[in-house]
């Protein structure tokens, strides 16, 4: 099972990325897939999940009317897009799968893990 992330940058505060997370086929089976970030010194935190069958997302309170997460079944592929973007969203930014049709919260929870990917947001 393969995950890769992509779409890291450096922007300024207000402004917006989209990350992408690119499953394998046999992660593709994963029944919900979630955004994961870890600042500086910080514990991994829950960003952003979504149920890969109905679609149904869940968000941490700090990115709710700015983040959006989406699936692409055709690609196999997860979105994060990232709007009005703050210092405080600086971060390895992770997408990971979880065998179970429950969303999770916590990153010991899902079974499998992309490399992270690097957004830094300056202001």
């Known amino acids: 099972v393969q995950l890769q992330a992509s779409g890291g940058g450096s922007v300024q505060a207000g402004g917006s990325l989209r990350l992408s997370c690119a499953a394998s086929?046999?992660?593709?089976?994963?029944?919900?897939m979630a955004w994961f970030r870890q600042a500086p010194g910080k514990e991994r935190e829950f960003v952003a999940a979504i149920r890969w069958g109905s679609g149904r997302t869940y968000y941490a309170e700090s990115v709710k009317g700015r983040f959006t997460t989406s699936r692409d079944r055709a690609e196999n592929t997860v979105y994060l897009q990232m709007d009005n973007l703050t210092p405080d969203d600086t971060g390895v930014y992770y997408c990971?799968?979880?065998?179970?049709?429950?969303?999770?919260?916590?990153?010991?929870?899902?079974?499998?893990w992309g490399r992270g990917t690097l957004v830094t947001v300056s202001s």
């Open positions: 990971a799968a979880r065998k179970s049709p429950f969303c999770a919260q916590t990153a010991l929870m899902y079974d499998y």
């Open positions: 086929a046999r992660a593709f089976s994963s029944h919900v």
